[in-house]
Every structure is written in structure tokens, then in C-alpha cells.
T-cell receptor, first 111, second 114 residues
Framework: DAGITQSPRHKVTETGTPVTLRCHQTENHRYMYWYRQDPGHGLRLIHYSYGVKDTDKGEVSDGYSVSRSKTEDFLLTLESATSSQTSVYFC??????????FGPGTRLTVT | QKEVEQNSGPLSVPEGAIASLNCTYSDRGSQSFFWYRQYSGKSPELIMFIYSNGDKEDGRFTAQLNKASQYVSLLIRDSQPSDSATYLCAVATLNSGGYQKVTFGIGTKLQVIP
């Protein structure tokens, strides 16, 4: 499982509240990613990180921010949650040989 | 045109048959190709990757790549009910800065009928 954990695994929150999702890895991989997965859209990249404090936007980054203060942790923050951000969120790491491995996911519901 | 296209299915095959899953991509500069299996409610699991034209076999799985036709496929021999899942095709392009942009298809749902 590439030593990836995500927390929380499930969350229900109200519109307008901030939400932070955490991804933790134990294998010191440089690259980490946040994706969301929605029916009919597949997996879409939100943000990624290529090192401590080095992050960049993906294709669906509006309304999201990220931070990486330690190699092992990559945080995704929804500044003010909206119903359109109801989704399943996956964290992933990339190995030195370019394979990506995914964490177990967080199911987020915004009411 | 979507960057990575897959038929969403469902693709139904009888147990013991060969399941053939197909994927086309639009970026001729794509370099790496991956197949993930995703069970309902679970995260994607990497099952195959291929970088060069031709076939790559791993157990009951064979990945096939044809860069000229921009086509990648996954064959599952002796299909089992436990193979019933959604199969995601992913295509990666590496830029000069070392960033690997990965684009996923929407996945093909496979049903193996006992």
C-alpha cells in the first residue's frame, strides 16, 4: 500500500466551513498528489507537491489550497466548502520509477 | 476530444474467458502507461505499467501498447469473478522539469459472470 494513510476517512461538513484533509506517507517520496474522483469525470488532479514547501496547481485547483511542511505530510484545505466539493479525495505518491500509488481515500460530503 | 478515452462499459464476460479493455490517448508525447484496478468503494490499485511498444505480461494480465495508433489495452486471461471491478487507464507525460502529468480515463467497468 506504499505506506499512505489519509485522515479523516469520512467527513460531513456544512457549506462555508473550512476543511483540511491530511495525507501521510512513510517512505520519503518526493512527489505527492491530491486528486478528486467524481462519477463521469474520473480522477482529476487538484494540486501536487514536488518537495517540502514546493507545490503547484492541477486542473481543478479553484477553492483548494495545499501545504507541505514535512516530506511525509501533504495537507489539502477547502477554504470554504461548497456542495460542488462533495467528492472522494485521494492522495497519491510517485515513486522514482514514475508509478503512482494511492491512499485509501476520504469521502467528503458538504451539506 | 478527451485526452484519455475509455468505454465506460459495463463489459460483461463469462468466467474463464479473456477480457479485453481498451484505451486511446491524444498526446503523442506520452511516455508511460498504467492500468489501475478499482473495486467499488476502494482506491485505485496499480496492476500494470508499460513504457515500450509491444506486449508486457504479468500472470494473467497482458498490457499492449501501440504508440503509432495511440492505443493501449489490457487483456485479462481466465477471467474470474474477483476481477469484476473498474479498470482505469492512465497516461503520463514527463516534462523537462521532471513533473509527470498523469491523465486518467473514466474507467471501464468489468463484470465477470460465473
Amino acid at each position: 500500500d506504499a505506506g499512505i494513510t489519509q485522515s479523516p476517512r469520512h467527513k460531513v461538513t456544512e457549506t462555508g466551513t473550512p476543511v483540511t484533509l491530511r495525507c501521510h506517507q512513510t517512505e520519503n517520496h518526493r512527489y505527492m498528489y491530491w486528486y478528486r474522483q467524481d462519477p463521469g469525470h474520473g480522477l482529476r488532479l487538484i494540486h501536487y507537491s514536488y518537495g517540502v514547501k514546493d507545490t503547484d496547481k492541477g486542473e481543478v485547483s479553484d477553492g483548494y489550497s495545499v501545504s507541505r511542511s514535512k516530506t511525509e505530510d501533504f495537507l489539502l484545505t477547502l477554504e470554504s466548502a461548497t456542495s460542488s466539493q462533495t467528492s472522494v479525495y485521494f492522495c497519491a505518491i510517485r515513486t522514482a520509477t514514475y508509478e503512482q500509488y494511492f491512499g485509501p481515500g476520504t469521502r467528503l460530503t458538504v451539506t | 476530444q478527451k485526452e484519455v478515452e475509455q468505454n465506460s462499459g459495463p463489459l460483461s464476460v463469462p468466467e474463464g474467458a479473456i477480457a479485453s479493455l481498451n484505451c486511446t490517448y491524444s498526446d503523442r508525447g506520452s511516455q508511460s502507461f498504467f492500468w489501475y484496478r478499482q473495486y467499488s468503494g476502494k482506491s485505485p490499485e496499480l496492476i500494470m505499467f508499460i513504457y515500450s511498444n509491444g506486449d508486457k505480461e504479468d500472470g494473467r494480465f497482458t498490457a499492449q501498447l501501440n504508440k503509432a495508433s495511440q492505443y493501449v489495452s489490457l487483456l485479462i486471461r481466465d477471467s474470474q469473478p474477483s476481477d469484476s471491478a473498474t479498470y482505469l487507464c492512465a497516461v503520463a507525460t514527463l516534462n523537462s522539469g521532471g513533473y509527470q502529468k498523469v491523465t486518467f480515463g473514466i474507467g471501464t467497468k468489468l463484470q465477470v459472470i460465473p
